[in-house]
């Protein structure tokens, strides 16, 4: 991002907090210990660095007002260790099962290769750990970083300051690829730890794939998910991207996207938030080539106390692309969710169309939605526009439904099936479609339990 | 079936039903008519147990059970339909869908099995062409993109697959043509049976014409002021309700 977009910040304080120094010093420890020569060395130093002088965000953050990361994290658990077959088990116990799929697992942030199909994967995709990657020097390793947003951003910081797992994934050019791959990620166990991991996947010219990723962990265990993932949609390539966040209740959650999609390139992302403590979700999305279409939608579920946030920021560069952002929250109890999306369309973007829409439910008098939808426009001939409601189950549809004889709680049911529905709809493949919907009518049976 | 002693009921600090007195046998179709404001839409929301209103006095017994106290999920189970007079459309969850839910929710209620996909959709194939229900309409978001007519035409659909034993019907005709009123008619003729009783809300006479009532009411201001047999509707075509107003005033 350029100049322009930069927020004006208030002075930093040099406060630090305990879980600031405790971060900053693992970090120095992990940099010395394995960081080693050459651009991915410098890469993790320089995102040391920037921790060190802007730390974790705040409300006084303009990106973060909504969700305070600095008064949220107050303990930093150990770094995970390489999983044992026990852990894996386990932790195969605790990921949704994706119909058809090749299986890739991450356990607490560290590769299983004894649980992952690396060897079976579809024809047209090659996948490698991400230290043997970094080793071997593929040329994906290489591209770490390449689409990290001009802004700091403290999660993406601490991603790229700790960067040691994760995996690069090719898909070729021209490749149709049937079979979906699942990126598992499971947190096993009763003891808290804080694992990152970076994917770095490239699809090439004209592919089609499809991708799943998904975050589940211990309920009651305090662990910290830190992942990120660097996207190219290649020319004319076809990405269908499902992103299932099902994090324990007491996790932390921190997610990045980041996006570039190129000439003619098409991307159907799907994100399901129902998960963790706290989460934040962010996607920084370029268009860097004309005729793109990106369709980003999600459905964010959280009762209790949990704390959802997704933030948008799709960076229209080139002229004559689409993009289209659907996001539907259901807030139960006391639970606060965020909305942040921002989309800049620059001078020579003409004949962008872009349209964001966010809604929102409130099922309890104590839950919180706070939207922030923004245009940031340059060119002169786009059609771009965005709405944000947010509103209770409506009585008269309420009433309806009991009239026929259901109860209460089966008439909610399904107006809030209907609702988050809406969004689920832009998933192209049913079989996804139901298994998004299994996973929320599960979410939705247990609040009324 | 149904008896209605001294009903009243409020919105609000405004009372609408000020002391409502009546009784339907099993098997008879009972017309109410009356000006607007009468009361006779708050009526059926009372009935029906619409969270809006409180009733301040009176009883209702239906089939020998008190039903005042029960939710309106409990009196549909018991057997009491509303057909809306403006049904509520709601996008996102199939006809369908809602159909079946419907079903299988009050019969659960009343400790049956529910209907298996066959056969229930077997039930709506056979109930749902003498409506001029589409498969299309069927699919679509319950009541969404339809018309007046097509809408009135769901409600009759869902009491035929409900089977209710007291069907109130507030203003079905309004908004319909004439050949539209006639397919509602037929469908609400072809559910009369001798267990069945049915509460017509009308403000016109012409419904009356395709579904005949055993007993006409009038009702005022919130009370049933006059009653007699069918010959009392063509009486309020021809004179209109001018009579009870200056009563009242």
């Given amino acids: 991002m350029s100049a322009m977009d930069a927020p004006v910040r208030t002075p930093l304080r040099p406060v630090r907090t305990a879980a600031e120094e405790a971060l900053a010093l693992t970090l120095q420890a992990t940099l010395d210990a394995e960081a080693g020569q050459g651009r991915i060395g410098e890469v993790r ?44 088990a386990e932790a195969l116990a605790l990921v949704p099962s994706v119909p058809d799929a090749a299986r890739i697992l991450f356990v607490a942030g560290a590769f299983a290769r004894g649980a992952s199909d690396l060897a079976a994967l579809p024809e047209g995709v090659a996948a490698l750990p991400l230290d043997s990657a970094i080793a071997a020097a593929d040329p994906l390793a290489d591209r770490i970083g390449a689409l990290s947003p001009d802004r700091y951003d403290a999660a993406l910081a601490l991603n790229t300051g700790f960067l040691k797992e994760g995996l690069t994934l090719h898909v070729d050019a021209g490749a149709r690829v049937a079979r979906p791959v699942h990126l598992a990620h499971a ?28 975050f589940s962990g211990t309920v009651g265990v305090a662990y910290h998910a830190n992942h990120a993932m660097e996207l190219v949609v290649g020319d004319g390539a ?46 920084y999305g370029r268009f860097a080539g004309t005729g793109a279409q990106g369709s980003l939608s999600g459905v964010t579920l959280a009762r209790g106390r949990q704390h959802a946030d997704t933030t948008l920021l799709l960076d229209h560069a080139v002229a004559g692309c689409e993009s ?24 020579d973007a003409q004949k962008t169309d872009g349209r964001m829409m966010s809604k929102a439910l409130l099922l309890s008098d104590a839950a919180e939605m706070d939207n922030k939808p923004e245009l940031e426009i340059f060119a002169d001939d786009v059609q771009c526009g965005h709405g944000a409601t947010v509103g209770a189950l409506d009585d008269k549809m309420l009433f309806y439904l009991r009239s026929r004889g259901l109860p209460q709680a089966e008439a909610e049911l399904l107006l809030i099936q209907a609702f988050v529905g809406e969004a689920v ?24 339990a | 079936m149904l ?28 017309a109410i008519m009356g000006p607007n404001g009468s009361g006779k839409s708050t009526l059926s929301y009372v009935l029906s147990g619409k969270p809006d209103y409180e009733v301040t006095d009176g009883s209702v017994t239906f089939d020998g059970q008190d039903i005042l106290a029960l939710a309106p999920e ?59 229900m589409s498969p299309e309409m069927l699919r679509r978001g319950v009541n969404v993109g339809f018309s007046g007519g097509e809408k009135k035409r769901n409600e009759i659909l869902q009491m035929a697959l409900l089977e209710p034993k007291l069907c109130i019907l507030d203003e079905t005709d309004s908004g319909l043509d004439i050949d539209a009123l006639k397919v509602v ?44 047999g069918k010959e009392l509707a063509l009486e309020l075509e021809e004179s209109g309700y001018a009579a009870y107003e200056q009563d009242a005033a």
Avoid: C
Avoid at chain 1, 69 to 84: C, G, H, M, N
Avoid at chain 1, 425 to 448: F, H, I, N, T
Avoid at chain 2, 84 to 109: C, D, H, S
């Fill in chain 1, 324 to 347: 289209r952002e659907l996001f539907k929250t259901v807030l139960a109890d006391a639970s606060h969710g965020v909305f942040q999306g921002k989309i800049v369309v620059r001078r």
């Fill in chain 2, 3 to 30: 008896e209605i002693k001294n009903l009243h009921a409020s919105i609000g600090d405004n009372e609408i039903l000020k002391g409502l007195n009546l009784t339907i046998p099993d098997g008879e179709i009972h």
């Fill in chain 1, 187 to 214: 947190f096993p166990g009763g003891k808290p730890a804080a694992g990152f991991t970076r994917t770095v996947i490239v699809v090439g010219a004209g592919a089609e794939v499809t991708l799943v990723e998904s």
């Fill in chain 1, 45 to 88: 130093r320089a995102a040391l660095d920037a921790f060190r002088a802007h730390g974790l965000p705040h409300r006084r953050v303009e990106e973060w007002k909504y969700t305070d990361l600095r008064a949220a994290v107050r303990d930093v658990p150990p770094l995970s260790t390489a999983p044992d077959a026990a852990a894996e």
């Fill in chain 1, 238 to 283: 076809t990405v269908h991207l499902v992103r299932l966040q099902e994090e324990g209740d007491a996790a932390l959650h921190l997610g990045t996207l980041m996006l570039e999609m190129g000439r003619g390139a098409k991307l159907n992302h799907f994100s399901l938030a129902q998960g963790a403590a706290l989460s934040r979700f962010s996607v």
């Fill in chain 2, 185 to 228: 008619a037929h469908g609400v003729n072809a559910l009369r049976s001798p267990t069945r009783s049915m509460l017509v809300i009308t403000h016109y006479q012409r419904l009356l014409d395709h579904i005949i009532p055993d007993v006409v009411h009038v009702m005022h201001k919130g009370r049933i002021v006059r009653s007699g």
């Fill in chain 2, 74 to 132: 409990e009196r549909a189970a018991a057997g009491l339909f509303l057909a809306f007079q403006y049904p509520i459309e709601i996008p996102g969850v199939a006809n369908m869908t809602f159909l079946r839910a419907a079903m299988n929710a009050q019969r659960k209620a009343r400790g049956e099995e529910e209907i298996s996909t066959p056969d229930f959709l077997k039930l709506v194939r056979q109930k749902a062409p003498d409506l001029g």
């Fill in chain 1, 425 to 448: 709809e832009q998933v192209e493949s049913e079989a996804l479609r139901e298994l998004l919907m299994d996973r929320m009518v599960a979410w939705l049976a247990k609040r009324a």
